[in-house]
């Protein structure tokens, strides 16, 4: 009895000793950055709420239910959102082994797209009903790859060759692909994201601007002998010379803008939107918003894509690596150029180029994928020495 006694002691002591240990490893795993995710949250609530309002008319009319775009974007939310959380909680350094794989299966479904498309647009790929952009995982692919290359070669960034050269052939062939599928903004961005990850990763300013002439060079032979871009050119310039033709978005979009005035029309009351403005839950839904919500609300909601671009570039600097610090530059950079792009489409700064908003703008896959982006930006921040936020 009395040595039974004396057992249950040890255990009940051992626990006891135990006990402060397992807390003390509990505290110590890592947290994603709340901050950033709490933008995440409030974008895509926002965006949610925008589209319903600026896209029912156009469903009522084209698919005969005003909740048909709504109740799409909210499924692939629920789907991004879930996969958000499951990338967020895979370590980044088990990403970073299959950089090369996703590259070539982005390559191999771009050329895919090209051969099989059946559109004149050869973007699209289909799957029964289900259909994506093979671009829109190119530019993960990209982000994921060159910041694999720039982390190995960091000793070699300041040379021509493997500072800029080599760099600029990985990013330049997925953007050909899309520039080849008449998907001119797509080849933009991914380039504009290279340029911004090899400037991040340490290459000599100089070395750019053979590249960067060259390049400005290969689009404006795009423009300039491609008819499609030539009639966006002309258009651009002067809206008002085919004001019920390629000139009519434009104009629709400035006068939506202008109709908002510092505290816009009240939120679901937009006129334009009454088949005024064509596609008003894509490419042009910011200035649904300006027309609803007016300046205060467009500035309210850019205030929101500056935090969380803010918040992206402080886990970037306090990455626990070069490949995850610029993973998040990758694709904190692709946020801002797509942003800026897109108030500049809508505000007629330069010409129409068919670049989404973020969270905004209507497109199920998009939307998942940028959600995976923001898991990739979770999972980094995981291991990054920021202040989480309560997150602890």
């Not at 692709?334 to 809508?346: D, H, S, T």
Request: proline letters at 3%.
């Amino acid at each position: 009895m009395v040595a039974c006694i004396e057992n249950l002691k040890g255990i009940v002591m051992t626990k006891r000793l135990l006990q402060p240990k397992i807390k003390e490893k509990r505290k110590r795993l890592p947290m994603f950055d709340i901050p950033f995710l709490v933008g995440v949250f409030l974008l895509l609530a926002v965006g949610l709420a925008m589209l319903y309002s600026a896209g029912y008319a156009q469903a009522l009319l084209k698919q005969g239910d005003s909740y048909y775009y709504i109740k799409r974007q909210m499924i692939f939310a629920v789907l991004g959102i879930v996969a958000m959380f499951g990338v967020s909680f895979i370590p980044y350094k088990i990403y970073r082994r299959f950089v090369l794989f996703f590259y070539i299966v982005s390559i191999a479904l771009l050329v895919l797209v090209l051969i099989v498309s059946k559109d004149s647009e050869k973007r699209w790929l289909y799957i029964g009903s289900f259909q994506f952009q093979p671009s829109e995982m190119a530019k993960v692919a990209v982000i994921m790859f060159l910041a694999d290359y720039i982390a190995r070669n960091k000793d070699s960034m300041t040379t021509f060759r493997k500072g800029v050269v080599i760099p600029v052939l990985w990013f330049g062939l997925p953007a050909g692909l899309i520039a080849v599928e008449t998907h001119l903004s797509g080849a933009i961005l991914i380039t504009s994201i290279g340029f911004i990850m090899i400037i991040a990763g340490g290459c000599r300013i100089r070395h750019l601007i053979p590249i960067a002439v060259t390049a400005l060079g290969g689009f404006a032979s795009l423009i300039f002998f491609t008819d499609y871009m030539q009639k966006r050119i002309s258009t651009w310039i002067d809206p008002s010379s085919d004001r019920l033709g390629d000139g009519w978005q434009i104009l629709q979009s400035l006068m939506t803008i202008g109709s908002g005035g510092l505290f816009g029309v009240g939120y679901g009351k937009s006129r334009q939107k009454y088949l005024y403005m064509s596609e008003p839950q894509n490419d042009f839904i910011f200035s649904i918003v300006c027309e609803e919500l007016g300046y205060i609300g467009a500035i309210f909601i850019l205030a929101l894509f500056a935090f969380l671009i803010w918040r992206g570039i402080y886990i970037a600097m306090r990455a626990p690596d070069r490949f995850s610090s610029l993973l998040v530059v990758g694709i904190i950079g692709r946020i801002c150029v797509q942003v800026l792009f897109n108030i500049a489409v809508v505000t007629n700064t330069i010409p129409v180029t068919g670049i989404s908003l973020p969270f905004f703008s209507y497109g199920g896959t998009a939307l998942v994928i940028m959600l995976c982006e923001m898991g990739l930006v979770l999972q980094v921040s995981r291991y990054s020495a920021t202040d989480k936020g309560g997150a602890g």
